[in-house]
């Protein structure tokens, strides 16, 4: 008879951007997870850990070293549900929750819609690998800050007045015109086209600036030499980060929501990342110069949404089918998955109500065990579960248990 309760094996991956050593959470999680035989190395960065069943990183069962999706493929109505499957018309798993661990910038980003995804996986297969869309979250585990979608119009606009940029206005040096979006996108296009010496010699213009130049923005002068060291001072990306994107602190439990063409660029922290079952990316800065995706591209499709800070938080809500009342939901719209966050104190249980769909559960912290019609299974650190469409979980915590849970029904 098939489970219903899946122990997996997941593993980290090594980029530059990633944290070193026992510093990433994702290798620590990592090398808490049975049957990996994952061993930090001290020397290495490393970025995320995958909990899915995407193909560059794929999720095993630890009983027996199946891949995950090939086991779901056995018996999709089992595992996914019928609802999922009438939804999604695949047995794929349709999201894919990740661990990152970041020590620098990640590359300035946006994941195209699935309109264009679907253009570029035709025309480029071996660099666009899906045709879907990867509208994603981002939880904080530790302190987190993230570049995320546009700054209010008005702040973009009186930045812009600032001598050493104005050359990258639609309108140059001469009179000012009403500042639009369609402005905001010839400054973005201009910025990330400048060439190096430009780029360095407008940092240099804006580092020889007092910092009330900068008016509410005075954190611009910190974080650029900040930037600077991270790649070099002729990275496009610099620029449009500081001065038309939001910059943004989250406290653990904190998360933002990145829609499909929003622009971003994640720069510290340790991060729960749920997303569509995609691997998409459109990149133009905060990476060496050949990495770049087409500058025109990546312009034409920017959306500019969010275009506040406040509008790129999706706050946690009460979770309506928890019993016990310890998990909060964060559900962004227009997405494929919801994320759970269950913290069961000490000695207490957590009961969440079956869903139409899969749950892929990661344990960041404690002990316990999970009963799922009447099987326990051990629940620790590092462990990370596959519950199949239609049950309902219970957690008992004997050393207080913190979970993330990434659903869809
Ligand atoms: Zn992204």
Partial sequence: ??????????????????????????????????????????????????????????????????NLQDLINTNPEH????????KFGHSNLPYLPKVLSIAKALPLQLHPNKELAAKLHEKEPSNFTDPNHKPEIAIALTDFEAFCGFKPLDDVAALMQLEPLKQFLPWGHKTTSKFTDQTLKHVVHSMLSASEETVKQVEEGLAALPVQAFGKH??????????????DKTDNGSLVALITMNYLRLAPGESIYIPADGIHAYLSGDIIECMARSNNVLNTGFCPRADRDSVDTFCSVLSFTPHDAKEAILPAT??????????????????????????????????LAPVGGPSM?????????????????????????????????????????????????
């Fill in 361 to 409: 559960v990661v344990c960041t912290n404690g002990e316990g065990e999970l009963v799922v019609e009447g099987r326990k299974v051990a629940v620790k650190e590092g462990y990370v579960l596959f519950i199949r469409a239609g049950v309902e979980v219970e957690y008992k915590a004997s050393k207080e248990l913190e979970l993330y849970t990434a659903f869809v029904q």
């Fill in 1 to 66: 008879m098939p489970q219903s309760v899946i122990q997996l094996k997941c593993y980290c991956n090594e980029y530059p951007w990633g944290k070193q050593g026992s510093q990433s959470a994702a290798a620590r999680i990592a090398s808490k997870t049975p049957g990996t035989e994952f061993q930090i190395d001290e020397s290495k960065p490393y970025a995320e850990m995958w909990f899915g069943t995407y193909p560059d990183l794929p999720s095993y069962v630890l009983e027996t070293g199946e």
């Fill in 218 to 231: 005075d954190n611009i002068p910190s974080l650029l030499p900040r930037l600077q060291n991270q790649y």
């Fill in 79 to 86: 595992y996914l549900g019928a609802q999922v499957l009438n």
């Fill in 318 to 351: 009460p979770y309506k089918g928890s019993k016990s009342g310890h998990s909060s939901v964060y559900a962004p719209p227009m997405s494929e998955f919801d994320m759970l966050k269950t913290n069961v104190p000490s000695g207490e249980n957590e009961v």
